[in-house]
């Protein structure tokens, strides 16, 4: 079997998905570059978890315990944490404390752990809180306008609040956008042409950076799990 993803995307300005995930029948997965910070959930053996997830500027490989089941709000670009500056979750995260299958603990304050309903009500509740804030300024950068700031001070508080450069963000999101053109049946020569890379081999470079697969891979949708929805093929 592998990872069974399940997602849905948000109407909220403060988050973009929502996702769910069980794990049959494997010990590890190809984790994925991504640009967002998160809230991800987790239950095995009995047990339940809470943890933040940062931004991810490299693929790896990650335990996945058998028979666990996930749920995840991934959080817009140019949000972050009160509490935590994401630019200490880059490649990392950290786990919450005291967490039950009722309620997890953020910020010094006890919250009901959500379902996949119920992630806009408990976003919304963090916003008016002031846990969950973000930088107007690089909220005008995601909007297509130019702040009427210096280069250096635009792009000092784009890291701060992302954790990661402009430059970085575009190649992330492009490489994310191939692998899914590429597992949907696509040439490698038509994305290459669609994302504006500058041949095949730039492209597999990008590949093997951030998505941990080859393009042909992705086509034949195999080389093991993968923490990315590739058109459900996730498994071997």
């Not at 494997?26 to 940062?54: D, I, K, N, P, Q």
């Amino acid at each position: 079997m592998g990872l069974l993803f399940d997602t849905r995307e948000s109407d909220s300005p403060w988050f973009d998905i929502v996702w769910t995930c069980r794990s049959e029948l494997v010990a590890e997965m190809t984790s994925v570059a991504g640009v967002r910070w998160g809230l991800v959930f987790w239950e095995h053996e009995g047990r339940a978890y809470a943890g933040v997830t940062g931004p991810e500027t490299r693929t790896g490989t990650a335990p996945v315990p058998e028979g666990a089941t996930f749920m995840g709000i991934e959080f817009a670009v140019g949000t972050s944490l009160r509490a935590v500056p994401t630019t200490a979750l880059v490649d990392g995260g950290v786990e919450l404390p005291d967490t039950t299958r009722r309620t997890f603990r953020l910020d010094g304050a006890r919250w009901e752990t959500p379902g996949p309903d119920d992630a806009e009500a408990l976003v919304d509740r963090l916003v008016r809180s002031g846990i969950v804030v973000r930088d107007p300024l690089v909220a005008e950068v995601l909007g297509g306008r130019r702040p009427a700031v210096s280069g250096r001070t635009l792009e000092r508080r784009f890291r701060a609040a992302t954790g990661l450069t402009q430059g970085a963000i575009r190649q992330i999101e492009r490489a994310r956008t191939a692998a899914e053109l590429l597992a949907a049946g696509d040439p490698a020569v038509d994305v290459v042409a669609k994302l504006g890379y500058f041949d095949e081999p730039h492209l597999a470079r990008a590949l093997r950076s951030y998505v941990g697969r080859t393009a042909g891979q992705l086509h034949d949708g195999t080389g093991g799990a993968i923490g990315l929805t590739l058109d459900q093929r996730v498994t071997s």
